[in-house]
């Protein structure tokens, strides 16, 4: 039963993050300085809650490529990273629905696009943001007495690399969040959502190698 409230914890946050930030994101834009920083924002702010909401029962990874760097770090086992993924993609898609009934089905839901229709230069950032963002998890959770502030700096971790990435590519940074939107979006979002899930997986794994050298070396 434990590890059904882990998956569950999971879906709820991963639809929460969808469904708010991304929401936010599809009914405000960001084509204004204040839109585009209250879309920031909100990616931060709804890390944090769930961060101490269900940080406790999961963890709150609400990413698979989160969950990627706590496999390769030693964790989580093989067995919970694939419930995990599961838990967050399913999470996602019923969000991104969710979105459906108060914003209509041409919202844009948030989804992620293309920096200059280029496939390498997306890559490249996603990879460069999901690393930084996922360096930031594994250091404050490294330690138990970062316990109590160590939701609001994922939080502002995540509000920083969207302050620079929703110009690119909107910022995925994760795979579950851009998949659950580009499924409902359809056209150029769903073609180019493996961009999305491929680089935040591979910054994900970077960032937790790199923290593994780093922290062999700190001992």
Not at 63 to 83: E, H, R, T, W, Y
Request: proline share 3%; hydrophobic share 55%; net charge neutral.
């Amino acid at each position: 039963m434990s590890k059904v409230k882990k998956y569950l914890a999971e879906c709820i946050g991963t639809f929460v993050l969808v469904f708010f930030a991304c929401g936010t994101a599809a009914a405000i834009g960001c084509d204004e300085p204040a839109n585009y920083l209250a879309v920031a924002i909100a990616f931060g702010l709804v890390i944090v809650a769930m961060a101490y909401s269900i940080g406790n029962v999961s963890g709150c990874h609400i990413n698979p490529a989160v969950s990627l760097a706590m496999l390769i770090s030693g964790k989580i086992s093989f067995g919970d990273f694939i419930g995990y993924v599961i838990a967050q993609c399913v999470g996602a898609i019923v969000g991104a629905a969710a979105m459906i009934p108060f914003l209509g089905s041409d919202c844009g839901f948030g989804a992620n696009a293309l920096f200059e229709g280029s496939i390498g230069k997306s890559l490249a950032i996603e990879i460069i943001l999901t690393f930084v963002f996922v360096l930031a998890i594994l250091g404050v959770t490294s330690k138990t007495e970062n316990g109590t502030v160590a939701g609001l700096v994922i939080g502002l971790s995540l509000t920083l690399v969207h302050l620079l990435g929703i110009h690119f590519t909107g910022t995925s940074v994760n795979p579950a969040r851009s998949l659950g939107p580009a499924i409902f979006a359809g056209g150029e979002a769903l073609s180019s959502v493996w961009v999305f899930i491929v680089a935040p997986l591979i910054g994900g794994a970077l960032a937790a190698l790199c923290y593994k050298v780093l922290d062999s070396e700190k001992k």
